[in-house]
């Protein structure tokens, strides 16, 4: 069967991302920003999604786009992914195998099937499509999928934070602080097009246009409104306690606090609940589509050190941050490290809630802090990283 419907000439794209309780909605959320891009440019783009709990296929196709619809797999007696099916695997899918690799990452289990299964349903797919370009954005897939699903013509995208896995793709983007080129060394083609660094984040326009209003308030700093992001889903109810953390700080009266949550986040209603306590006026926003505005409107954040984080540095928003999962300790550390950011911790650790408990008295203290913040932050990136990687894609790379 075919979908393919661009009769204008215009690039089909496909994208592979997923979106759940335990991977966030970060993934999902930078592909949805690209995919604009895409559309606004002439391009038709199509999702590829697995019906996770938590995933935000409604939210995709709300925004217009066709999504097509993985079906979730369990786990069978033994603990291990039941494939979607019973057919023996292909010579072909045996053959895409690199040397050394058994097509399984660290995040496999983020899939929700056996690899060898979801690349079976997404080729299906992919070659009804025939599209121009495949994007992947998943930690859970590598080169051993790429090779079973890519098909002949089409040309391979990986948005990519770990370097921890091969791929053939022939462009590469890390949008994170202190990787280098070096680091996909052996793990892409010599002919890949690397684009490493904040500079090529993916954001929406939005936040390079609210970027000069954002920067100008911050000339005399000061500590009136708390920006409070971590994550569309905070399975761990992280916002919760840091509400508790604040609850205890010396503010003046004038401090307004504003939540952001996204609707599947599993304690949003708890959250509700504790704002309502707060000594100041709390805000518990939820899905909402102005963050740039409430960013640039804001003096502190405390965010998770995830794909946010660039939409903070292109703001200049001076940020605490936390870690909600190991993948984004190494980002918190290199934004500390060059004083975008204060890191006080993964909330793995015990620590992490004193140590925001510190940071805010010295900020309190200390409002300087924030205006060296700003201009490291800002320094880092001016969020025109999907104007980029859209001229890459429609004109060919």
């Not at 966030?24 to 440019?41: D, K, N, Q, V």
């Not at 954040?301 to 300790?329: H, Y």
């Not at 290199?334 to 940071?359: C, E, F, N």
Request: with cysteine; proline share 4%.
């Amino acid at each position: 069967m075919s979908y393919r419907a661009d009769a204008n000439g215009g690039k089909v794209v496909a994208i592979r991302a997923d979106a759940s309780l335990e991977i966030g909605t970060g993934h999902i959320m930078r592909c949805l920003t690209l995919a604009r891009a895409l559309r606004e440019a002439g391009a038709e783009c199509h999702f590829l999604c697995r019906e996770h709990p938590g995933n935000l296929i409604d939210l995709i196709q709300a925004d217009g786009f066709v999504v097509h619809r993985l079906p979730l797999v369990g786990y069978d007696n033994a603990g291990q992914l039941s494939p979607l099916n019973e057919r023996p695997i292909s010579e072909a899918v045996k053959e895409a195998q690199p040397h050394r690799s058994n097509g399984m990452t660290e995040h496999s289990h983020w899939l929700g099937a056996h690899w060898q299964a979801d690349a079976g349903l997404c080729k299906s797919i992919l070659e009804g499509l025939a599209p121009d370009w495949l994007i992947v954005d998943h930690y859970a897939l590598d080169a051993c999928w790429e090779k079973t699903v890519l098909s002949k013509g089409a040309r391979l995208v990986v948005i990519d934070d770990l370097a921890d896995r091969s791929h053939i793709a022939d462009i590469l983007l890390n949008q994170n602080l202190g990787r280098r080129e070096a680091d996909y060394l052996n793990l892409v083609p010599d002919n890949c097009q690397l684009l490493i660094g904040p500079r090529y984040a993916l954001l929406r326009s939005e936040f390079s246009a609210w970027r000069e209003t954002s920067l100008k308030r911050r000339n005399t700093p000061r500590l009136q409104h708390l920006l409070i992001t971590l994550g569309g889903v905070d399975q761990d109810n992280v916002t919760g306690r840091v509400l508790e953390v604040l609850s205890q700080c010396c503010f003046t009266d004038e401090m307004q606090i504003t939540v952001v949550m996204g609707a599947t986040a599993p304690w949003l209603n708890d959250v509700r609940v504790k704002a309502l306590r707060m000594p100041w006026p709390t805000e518990v926003a939820v899905n909402i589509d102005d963050m740039a505005r409430r960013m640039a409107e804001a003096d502190l954040a405390i965010g998770a050190a995830g794909s946010t984080s660039w939409e903070r540095c292109c703001l200049g928003l001076p940020t605490v941050m936390v870690a909600l999962a190991e993948n984004q300790i190494s980002i918190a550390h290199h934004l500390d490290k060059a004083r975008a950011a204060i890191y006080v911790g993964s909330t793995a650790m015990p620590t992490w809630a004193r140590q925001l408990g510190q940071a805010m008295e010295m900020i309190i203290t200390e409002p300087t802090r924030l205006e060296a913040m700003t201009e490291h932050a800002a320094y880092l990136t001016e969020g025109l990283g999907v104007k980029t990687l859209v001229e890459y894609l429609l004109n060919d790379g």
